[in-house]
C-alpha cells in the first residue's frame, strides 16, 4: 500500500531582507522529505514542464511527472529578516491543471491515501477530485492553493489574494482532513463535511477541530531561520503519523515537533536530521 502526494514543484526565488537566492519548491516537494523519513512507502506525483526537477527529491525512483507546458514560479519575499511571519507573495499563476486522464497511467495499483497540495486553483478541477474520492481511501488537503486568485499584475507575476469560491464545498465534502491558517479560517469557516480540520497559526501553535478541539503548542525554535515549506512539512508529519497511530494528538504533537526544527534550517526536512 502505498501513500500518494500530489501537487505541482515550482521554481522558487526566495528574498529575505536584501539577500535572494533561487530554489526548488512546492508542498508535495517540502512533503516527500519527511515522508521519506517517516512514511517511506509514498509516490510524489507532480505536474510542472521541466522533468529535470524530479531529480531534486529525495528518492527520484519515488516520484511521478506530468508534463505540462509550464512550470509554477513564486516569489516568497521577507521584507525583515527578523521577522520571517511576515511574507510577500507572487506567482505566475501557471494553469496547468491534473486531470483525471493524468492520473489514470501513474497511480499506483494499492493506494493508502492521498495527500493534494494544490498551489492554486487550477491545479485540482472537481472532476479530478471525484476521481480520486472514488477510491474510498482517506483524502488529506491542503487548502490554501485553492483560494489563490489573481491580483495585480507585476511584470510577468501577480499579487496574490486569497477569495473564497462555491465550489469549496464540494471539493472538500467527504475528505478526511483539510490543513489550513488561521486567515483562511476567517476567510471560508470552519463548516464542512470532513473528518477533522487543522488549523495551524505559527508560533501560537495549532488547533485540530473534530466532534472537539485539541490544541498543540508550538515547539519553541531558538534560531528562526527559514519558515518557506514550514506547513507543508506540518501537514507531512501530521499525516505520516495519523495513518499510523489514528490519534490526532500524537499527530499534532509530532508535526509541531517536525516544522520547528525545519524552521531552524534552510531548505526542506533533509538538512537537519
Known sequence: MTLVVIGPVTHDKVVIGDESSHKIGGATYFQSFVFEEFYSDYLAIINCGDESLSREFPSADKVRVILKDNTHFFVNSYPSKDDLNVRNQLSNFADIPILKSDLESVLPEDIDAFVLNPLNRYD???ETI????????????????FLRVQDRQVNDNYTIKLDNFNELTTIL???NAIFLDEAEENLIGLDYDV???????GSNGSRIVSDGEIRIDAVECDNL???????DTY???YVSQKLMFK??????????????????NFGPYKFYK
Open 124 to 126: 485540482f478541477p472537481c
Open 130 to 145: 471525484e476521481y480520486l474520492k472514488s477510491f474510498n481511501v482517506p483524502i488529506f488537503i491542503s487548502v490554501q492553493g
Open 173 to 175: 465534502s467527504g475528505v
Open 195 to 201: 473528518d477533522e480540520i487543522v488549523i495551524t497559526d
Open 225 to 231: 531561520v527559514d519558515t518557506t515549506g514550514c506547513g
Open 235 to 237: 501537514m507531512a508529519a
Open 247 to 264: 490519534s490526532s494528538q500524537i499527530a499534532g504533537n509530532f508535526a509541531s515537533k517536525i516544522a520547528s526544527q525545519k524552521i531552524e
